[in-house]
């Protein structure tokens, strides 16, 4: 049994110490891995398994990417998800002309995203297609062949 992990923090708990403590619960009711809410910036995932290691809790944390596709999800995703997109993604999102060029910014931030991912010795990531499917097989040729 898998359950949900929040790096940036779910949105309805207080703080990260208590956000912390419920998911040790599920863990300790016998949850078997995490797979995290989706984030752009690897730093608040590394920060997540280690303040999670720091509780106690030992499952495999998976990774949840998604790359954006539209200068829509440019607001909406961090409105929706409750998540931060680095500004470095931003200004190269809001430099795209057309959606198509916002694709192939956020198919290259997910690569590198998940490049540094698989270099630090994460052994799976899992992708958030959401009706895009084709953005993420791309993104998955090039980073696992």
Known sequence: MGVAGYPEKHFEAPNFKSDLKYLKKKVDLGAEYIVTQLFYDNSKYFDFVARCREVGIDVP???????????????????????????ELVDQVEACKTNEDVRKVGIKWCIQQSQELVEAGVPVLHYYTMGKAKSVGIVAKEVFG
Do not use: S
């Open 61 to 87: 944390i998976i990774p949840g990417l998604k790359p954006i596709a539209t200068l829509k999800q440019l607001n909406k995703t961090p409105h929706f998800f409750h998540v931060n997109l680095p500004d």
